[in-house]
């Protein structure tokens, strides 16, 4: 056996051990929690509401809304009077999405860690619960009633948090999923 065939080897070998090590010790874990130790374990976890907000965020911001003035039975008034409805709610279940993720991650003992991305979210919900989605409602009110609203940056700012909220929610979710899985922890009563 060469040189090169050597270093393969044995680098192949030990990268086989390793990943039978940490496959040992993540069944370990498992197999001797309960199925309420799982259960608390995941709920404590930011990560299940950061990916629940995500999926409403994207399931309305990015795919029904524009699918709606796509739609040929349904006029530009109806659009907007629908949209307006629909983000007025979105933004409720929102506020309510934040409340339970500062909740859990106060729970979880992450707060240290993540308290500047909720502290974003915090200013990103706030401007859209305040100032953007009334004012994007007061346009759409004025376009029903055949007014053209002045020109305004109002859209292109709530898009533009919208994006930067998805992000943080994916990293926020992301990273508790790994921090919970590096540390080993056994999701003790």
């Not at 060469?2 to 940490?22: D, H, L």
């Not at 106060?106 to 990103?124: M, P």
């Not at 919900?125 to 409602?137: D, G």
Request: proline share 3%; net charge neutral; charged share 10%.
């Amino acid at each position: 056996m060469n040189f090169c065939e050597y270093i393969t080897n044995t680098t192949a070998g030990q990268i086989v051990r390793t990943v039978e090590a940490v496959c040992d010790s993540v069944l370990d874990m498992v197999h001797y929690m309960t199925v309420m130790q799982r259960f608390r374990h995941a709920l404590l976890n930011p990560a299940w509401i950061c990916f629940l907000w995500v999926g409403l965020t994207v399931g309305i911001s990015m795919i029904a809304t524009p699918m709606r003035f796509t739609a040929e039975t349904i006029t530009r008034t109806i659009a907007l009077d629908v949209g307006r409805v629909v983000f007025a709610a979105l933004n409720k279940a929102e506020l309510l999405a934040f409340v339970v993720l500062l909740i859990i991650v106060r729970a979880s003992g992450q707060a240290t860690k993540y308290w500047s991305f909720c502290g974003v979210l915090a200013l990103i919900v706030i401007a859209q619960s305040a100032w953007l989605t009334p004012e994007l409602a007061e346009r759409t009110q004025m376009i029903i009633n055949s007014i053209e609203p002045p020109s305004s940056y109002a859209h292109a700012i709530y898009s533009s948090l919208e994006l930067i909220k998805i992000g943080l929610l994916l990293f926020l979710g992301f990273s508790s999923i790994a921090a919970s899985g590096s540390n080993g922890r056994t999701g003790s009563t």
